[in-house]
């Protein structure tokens, strides 16, 4: 009850806001109507302890210097001018990987983060729930849902303009100097971790690193300096975020019809009963009912089906629309199934690249070619490294549930399951046989 009076004040400030962005359409400046307005974060909804979200990935130390936005150490190409789809060449591409947690979506940034000329974010739009909505997760309510996506567009916006200054308003505690230990993930992140926004000596000098993990960035580089990161972000041709808190496509419809900002979504999809499984593993209080159903056989009776309810029912809207290409997401989307990527890293990354109009650095086939089995696709070279057996990893889920929680999943997001090409197993022993596989072939080409 605590946050819920300040939850209302929030809404109707931030309605304003809104409404107002809705009308003025995004334009090249980041403007910070919201923070004007008043609903810079606070500490405010702090006390409410957000579950799910810390979980996601807590190790939030952070970078080095301080930042401010003005000036580019080397001007990228433009934001665009309509020089329309001619050359890529000299266009500067912003990606979106729209998922949702546990769908695969830390794998399918690896493929934009080991790019050289790429600058990627790991989830800035963390910040923004985390100071707007920390309940979000368990809130359904739309009025809510609509003010924290009024927020994220906003701030989405301005990071793919390098404007990474509009992010110190949601960060805890704020930035000073423009410089902060507590960007979420930072290590996540390559451009955040290597020089020169990180000087420490951590591998060969001007190579990009691949630290071993994300920890070992945050302990070594110090505080981020975000004018500096913004300054990489310029340099950089091309920029890349991911993101689990955006619920479906047309919720940034606005981001994609904006022409400059020339972005392009790839979503991200995988079967929800692997979800599920990959969630309970993770988000242990979340989804302790679900444990208790495995563990005992016997489905409590107060169990939510909230959270797989509303990944279905997401996929299965963002999906059909974009099945149903409406002229704003033309050469705007992709979509991509979990399971395909597991199975044929190198080809899908290829129709990935291929889509969106880039070059498949050399970097981004050796990342995938080091961190899976390389099945089919690839021939030799094959070795394990920290990122497990994909391929192997996409149906494990199928020996962690039980069938009746199989079935039930199932049942409730049947015309998901229909729509994407996954099977239904109507027997226990059908679940378990891995010889078969629940995925069909389908191809789902990109709208161009
Ligand atoms: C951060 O980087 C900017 C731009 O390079 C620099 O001017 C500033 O002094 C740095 N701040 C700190 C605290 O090092
Ligand atoms: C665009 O690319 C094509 C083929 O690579 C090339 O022939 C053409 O000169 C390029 N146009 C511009 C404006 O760079
Ligand atoms: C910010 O940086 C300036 C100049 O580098 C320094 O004098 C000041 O003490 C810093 N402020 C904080 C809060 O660190
Ligand atoms: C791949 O592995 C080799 C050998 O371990 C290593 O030298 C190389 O840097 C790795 N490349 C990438 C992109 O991870
Ligand atoms: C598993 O599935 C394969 C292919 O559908 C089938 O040939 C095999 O007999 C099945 N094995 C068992 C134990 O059911």
């Known amino acids: 009850m605590q946050c819920s009076w300040k939850s209302m004040m929030l809404l109707a400030l931030a309605s304003i806001a809104i409404q107002y962005t809705a009308i003025r359409t995004f334009s090249t400046k980041p403007l910070s109507l919201l923070y004007s307005v008043g609903l810079a974060p606070t500490g405010h909804a702090v006390n409410c302890t957000p579950k799910d979200l810390t979980k996601v990935g ?22 665009s001018s309509p020089s329309l789809d001619s050359n890529n060449t000299d266009k500067r591409t912003h990606i979106l990987i729209l998922a949702t947690t546990r769908s695969g979506s830390s794998f399918v940034g690896q493929l934009f983060n080991q790019h050289p000329e790429m600058f990627y974010m790991f989830e800035p739009l963390y910040h923004v729930q985390l100071a707007l909505l920390p309940r979000l997760s368990q809130s359904r309510n739309m009025a809510e849902r609509r003010v924290m996506l009024g927020a994220a567009r906003e701030l ?12 110190e308003s949601y960060i805890r505690p704020r930035p000073s100097n423009h410089s902060t230990y507590k960007l979420f993930r930072r290590g996540a992140s390559r451009s955040l971790c290597s020089p020169p926004v990180c000087e420490a000596p951590l591998g060969q000098e001007g190579q990009s690193l691949v630290l071993a993990d994300e920890g070992e960035c945050v302990r070594r580089c110090g505080p981020l300096n975000l004018s500096l990161a913004a300054e990489v972000c310029r340099s950089k041709r091309h920029a890349a975020i991911k993101t689990v808190r955006i619920p479906q496509i047309s919720d940034l419809r606005a981001l994609i019809e904006d022409r400059r900002l020339n972005l392009k979504v790839v979503q991200l999809v995988r079967d929800p009963r692997g979800i599920l499984a990959s969630r309970i593993e993770t988000f242990r209080d979340t989804y302790r009912l679900w444990r208790l159903w495995r563990a ?8 939510d089906l909230g959270q797989i309810n ?44 291929s889509f969106l109009g880039l070059d498949l650095d050399h970097s981004v086939k050796d990342w995938i070619i080091n961190n899976t089995r390389g099945s089919s696709d690839l021939s030799s070279r094959q070795k394990f490294t920290t990122v497990r057996d994909s391929a192997a990893n996409a149906e494990n889920w199928r020996l962690k549930l039980s069938f009746d929680m199989v079935a039930y999943t199932q049942t409730a997001c049947q015309p998901l399951l229909e729509l994407l090409g996954y099977k239904r197993v109507l027997h226990p022993r059908e679940l378990r046989n891995l010889s078969h596989s629940l995925v069909e072939d389908r191809t789902f080409h990109p709208f161009l």
């Open 58 to 79: 807590q190790k939030t130390l952070g970078g080095s210097d301080q930042g401010c936005d003005e000036t580019p150490s080397r001007t990228p190409s433009p934001p």
């Open 156 to 167: 989405l916006g301005s990071l793919y303009h390098c404007h990474l200054s509009s992010l």
């Open 296 to 303: 005992t056989g016997r489905r409590p009776h107060n169990l």
């Open 310 to 353: 509303a990944v279905c029912e997401d996929f299965l809207k963002s999906v059909s629309t974009a099945l149903s290409r409406p002229a704003w997401l033309r050469g705007r989307y992709m979509l991509l199934r979990y399971e395909d990527l597991a199975r044929f890293p190198l080809k899908k990354a290829r129709e990935l690249y």
